[in-house]
């Protein structure tokens, strides 16, 4: 089943789970909007950033993002992307988290929703179809999240700083710089910085430029050339960051 040309198609179907599939032109962007029923987005091929007003996360190929009905969310399409979104009610999506969440996928749950974008729009829900849906919902709930996000702070010197690192990520960035930039001691803004996000500044520096890397990777940039303008001291540097914060190597991570 292909995305509807109606925009919301979806949310007056009259069943729990409806699948779709998209294909999106790299660099496509869609604002800030929100969705009546929980989307659970794959990305099949490119990867796919996402921004909340609590802050942005990236969807590497192969894994997914799970936002919760009414969450304000924008996207940016890294790559050419092919998009399979399960929405969901509200109602079956009791289970599933309340907050934006970039989840693992089992080999299972990519052939699931390969099939469940396949079916009739009504399906009928007390025969096969319906049974392979009530599944995919299982294998979503399973889903391990990935720790692929950097929180946004609120406070709105510290948000138009992040802000502005989002665009242009560098390891050598200095928190005292930060800090006089939001017109603050050191004390007050790693204080704060660390109250409002949960990390240190370090940390989530560290964590932007990991989600930057990513999207550059899967675009088919090369790793020498993402660690060294990321301001990492080598490639090896990089790749021993990256494998200590995601499990993997790079080449591995997005093969």
Not at 25 to 52: D, E, K, M, N
Not at 83 to 103: D, K, R
Not at 206 to 213: F, K, R, T
Request: hydrophobic letters at 45%; charged letters at 15%; a positive charge.
């Amino acid at each position: 089943m292909s995305d509807f040309d109606h925009p919301h198609f979806y949310t007056e179907l009259p069943r729990e789970l409806i699948a779709t599939a998209r294909n999106y032109a790299a660099g496509a962007r869609f604002p800030l909007h929100s969705h009546p029923r929980g989307q659970f987005a794959y990305a099949a091929t490119g990867a796919i950033s996402v921004l909340t007003p609590q802050g942005n996360w990236l969807v590497p190929p192969q894994r997914a993002c799970w936002l919760p009905a009414g969450l304000e969310h924008g996207m940016q399409m890294h790559g050419q992307v092919t998009m399979l979104n399960v929405f969901i009610s509200t109602q079956a999506a009791a289970g599933l988290p309340h907050h934006c969440s970039v989840l693992d996928t089992s080999p299972l749950l990519r052939q699931l929703l390969a099939d469940a974008v396949t079916l009739d729009a009504l399906y009928v829900e007390n025969a096969r179809d319906g049974r392979l849906m009530a599944l995919l919902l299982d294998e979503i709930a399973l889903m391990r999240p990935l720790a692929l996000n950097a929180p946004l702070p609120q406070e709105p010197r510290l948000a138009r700083l992040c802000t502005e690192l989002f665009q242009q990520p560098r390891l050598d960035i200095d928190v005292d710089a930060m800090a006089a930039r939001a017109n603050m001691s050191r004390r007050t803004f790693t204080r704060l910085f660390r109250q409002q996000t949960g990390l240190g500044f370090a940390q989530w520096r560290q964590q932007v430029c990991l989600l930057n890397a990513i999207t550059r990777l899967a675009q088919g940039q090369a790793v020498t050339r993402v660690a060294l303008d990321l301001g990492y001291s080598s490639p090896s540097a990089f790749t021993a960051a990256f494998r200590k914060v995601l499990g993997k190597a790079p080449s591995d991570y997005l093969s």
